[in-house]
C-alpha cells in the first residue's frame, strides 16, 4: 500500500484517491472471463441503455461467489476499503458498468448518498465505492470525472421520487442515463469551475475509491473501446440501513446482510 497516512490525508480532503494497479492481477483480472456469462443472464439485475439491447448495469454481484467474491474480499483492496472507513464494514453493493464502446451513456452528476438515503433509508454517507478498471480507462472511453472536495458537503433530505419506481420493477430512476437525483447543472458547472473536475483514467486494474457523498458523473463512450467498471460499494456495519425501511431495494441491488468482513493485511 502507498503511504496510509497520505492516503487517509488525500481521501479526507478530496473525497476520492486513485491507486496503481493492484498486485498481483489475479485479484481483478479473472473478472475479464466472466463478463460474457453476467451480461447474458436474464433477470431483474440486468439494465439497459435505451436502445434496449446494450447492457448498461448489472448488480447483484454480491450473490455470486467465485472471483467476483474474491475481489471484493481480496486483502489489498479490503485494507484500503478499512483505512478509509475507518471502521467494520461490508459489501452493501456490486455492479459492472460496462459503458459499451459507441453505445455506453452518459452518468449525470450525482452523489450516491442521495439514492442510498431514498431507496434504502441509510442516515449517514459513510460508504465508499471501490471502482476497480476492468479495461483501461481513457479520456475517450467515458471516465469517471470527480469533482474534488464535495464529499463533506450536507447530503439533501432526499425522499424518494414521486410517481418513480410505480412499477414494481421500474428502477430507471436510479439506472437510467436520466437520474432521479442529478444534481442541476447550473449549480455544480459553478462547482466544477471553482473546485476542479478529475478524471480518473488509467490501465485495467487501476482503483478510484470515492466517498458516498462526493459529486461524481461520466460521459457517453464515442471511443471503440469498452470502458468497463467493476464498483464494489463498502458500508459501514453501524450506517447499515435499518431492516425493513419501506421501498428497500430488493437483495439483487443492495446487499441486505451487513456481516463485517475480515479487515485485509497489506
Ligand atoms: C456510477 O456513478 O455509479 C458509475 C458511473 C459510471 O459507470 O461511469
Ligand atoms: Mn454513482
Known amino acids: 500500500m502507498s503511504d496510509p497516512t497520505q492516503l487517509l490525508a488525500a481521501y479526507r480532503r478530496d473525497g476520492f484517491v486513485v491507486v496503481p ?41 454480491h450473490r455470486k461467489g467465485g472471483p467476483w467474491r474474491a475481489l471484493a474480499e481480496a486483502s489489498p483492496l479490503t485494507a ?21 464502446a459507441r453505445l455506453g451513456d452518459r452518468w449525470q452528476r450525482h452523489r450516491d448518498f442521495d439514492f442510498r438515503q431514498a431507496a434504502d433509508g441509510m442516515r449517514r454517507p459513510a460508504a465508499l465505492t471501490a471502482a476497480v478498471f476492468l479495461d ?18 450536507r447530503p439533501a433530505a432526499a425522499e424518494p421520487p ?5 412499477e414494481e ?29 478529475y478524471e480518473a483514467t488509467g490501465p485495467a486494474g487501476t482503483t478510484v475509491l470515492f466517498h458516498g457523498n462526493l459529486v461524481h458523473s461520466s460521459g457517453p ?18 450506517t447499515a440501513p435499518p431492516a425493513g ?22
Open 245 to 266: 425501511h419501506p421501498g428497500a431495494r430488493p437483495d439483487f441491488f443492495v446487499n441486505h446482510d451487513a456481516k463485517p468482513l475480515p479487515a485485509g493485511e497489506d
Open 162 to 166: 414521486g410517481g418513480a419506481g410505480d
Open 169 to 197: 420493477d421500474d428502477w430507471a430512476w436510479i439506472t437510467s442515463n436520466r437520474l432521479a437525483y442529478a444534481l442541476p447543472d447550473d449549480s455544480t458547472e459553478e462547482l466544477a469551475r471553482t473546485r476542479g473536475v
Open 136 to 153: 483501461e480507462v481513457t479520456e475517450e472511453n467515458g471516465p469517471l470525472r470527480l469533482i474534488p472536495g464535495t464529499h463533506p458537503d
Open 221 to 238: 463512450n464515442r471511443s471503440e473501446r469498452t470502458r468497463t467498471l467493476a464498483l464494489i460499494s463498502y458500508n459501514a456495519v453501524s
Open 21 to 61: 494497479p493492484m498486485t498481483p492481477h489475479e485479484i481483478w483480472a479473472p473478472l475479464a472471463g466472466e463478463l460474457p456469462s453476467v451480461f447474458a443472464e436474464a433477470g431483474p439485475q440486468r439494465f439497459f441503455e435505451e436502445d434496449g439491447t446494450t447492457v448498461r448495469a448489472v448488480y447483484g454481484l
Open 80 to 100: 484500503l476499503d478499512r483505512l478509509l472507513i475507518g471502521e467494520d464494514m461490508y459489501v452493501y453493493q456490486w455492479k459492472v458498468n460496462p459503458k459499451a
